[in-house]
């Protein structure tokens, strides 16, 4: 079963079968009963605190106070993705899909703490994504603790919204960190951009028990040259993580059963044939980095990053050679068994990207200092994005024969390889903005694979539509 399907039985079961329509409508009930209180209600000669529809913005529908003490907000978004393949060996299915139908609401007190849940609905499933509290102490400086994006990643930390493409890149895919429950801050003067935090598990991921899994992590940039027509940008990101451990054994123990998974469906948004996908057994310590580059300069901008993964690993050797011990040739000797088994060494893994995008109508490329990203192109804007990408989750070491590694022909134990794929793909978006929340998107990739799992599969070419619209 499922992640996501064993979360959602689970969370139906225990709130007396909530669907996701429900959930969202009750949560709308609560903030209706702080509209209703009554401070909430005064008349207009004792100061009036009545909600009315803020008509002075034209990119949010939200609900204010006359003194702006108290908000309230809703907000959604509609992609609706087409795709058709050019397959090698694996057959991948052509189709449509709503791939994201989202509702979002969020109430604000005295313009400094907010409340925000964002629901998705997209492929008929329930997927809480930001359920948060923030705080916003200036302009500068805002605290969140809840269920949100985490600050690793000039892609990665991008809302789906702003993609250049449709889909992220692979090593955006396999190495982010995406949104986890947890802690964290964001200090963004005009120099520098800093975001840090402690996070634990997805909201939807599964606890067979044992220790969860946490992250500290943080991402920096700096903003060296800033200006209207020109902008760079310098940063990069670290994390320290440990994995959540699948359950505890007969002794105990709970160590040595972690697992981590480095997986990226390239630019596949209906069909998930994963043809890039590490497995880390026995994952101790998970170290993850980056690099990161942007550079706007009137009609053209360079976006570019670098990242990595080192994961150490573990075993517990002396209780696999204790239970082998009255198996009929079985070793004797712990220091031969050990031999036999072979050096468990860390992995590595890494990939980078870098693209160009060109705005062919429309005002040139701006900054936003506050999210340390590119900002938003206006109504009525044409852009030409390519990327080239590479990503690599192979570490691998010695002779391959019938679906494992060995140090040579005549071993007769696998070594401890890991052959999670090789990507090589080349892209280019057409965006058309015809408002600045109404966006038409049209894709192209190329992808040259090399994977010892798919052997057939060599070169694979996926044409992307998708019409976008938010609120």
Known sequence: ??????????????????????????FLLVQFCFVLEPGYAQTEEAGSRELVLAENDNEHLYWSSADSLFQWGLGGRFFLDAEYYFEDYTSLGNGATLRDVRLRSWIKFKNAVYLQLDVGFGNNRLNLQSVYLGYQASRNWSFRAGH??????????????????????????????????????????SFVWLGAGFFGERIKSQSLGGDHGFYLLGRMAVRPMRSESFNLHLGGSFAYGRPSSNGVDAQGNDVYNRVTELTAHPDFNIDYNRFLKATVQGAKRDFRFGGEFLMTLGRIYI?????????????????????????????????????????LNSVNFFGYYAQLGITLLGEPYGYDALGGRLSELKDNSLELVLRYNHTNLNDVDGYYYQ????????????????????????????????????????????????????PKDKRIGVILGRIQMSF
């Open 303 to 343: 976006q570019g990053e670098y990242l990595g993964a080192h994961i150490q690993r573990t075993r517990n050797a002396r209780q696999s050679f204790e239970e082998q011990l009255n198996q009929i040739g079985g070793w004797s000797d712990y220091s031969s068994y050990l031999d036999y088994l072979g050096e």
């Open 403 to 454: 679906g494992g590694f060995y140090r040579n022909q005549e071993a007769k134990q696998q070594n401890n390889s890991i052959a999670g794929g090789r990507s090589d793909d080349y892209s280019v978006a057409l965006n058309y903005y015809f408002q600045h929340n109404m966006v038409f998107r049209l894709n192209y990739s190329w992808f040259d694979l090399e994977n010892v799992h798919y």
């Open 1 to 26: 079963m499922s992640d996501n399907l064993f979360w959602e039985k689970n969370f139906a079961r225990r709130c007396g079968y909530v669907k996701a329509p429900q959930l969202f409508i009750l």
């Open 148 to 189: 949100f994006l985490t600050p690793f990643g000039l892609e990665a930390s991008e809302s789906s919204l702003r993609f250049a493409f449709i889909k992220p890149s692979a090593t955006t895919e396999a190495f982010g960190i995406n949104r986890r429950v947890g802690v964290g801050f964001r200090y963004a003067p």
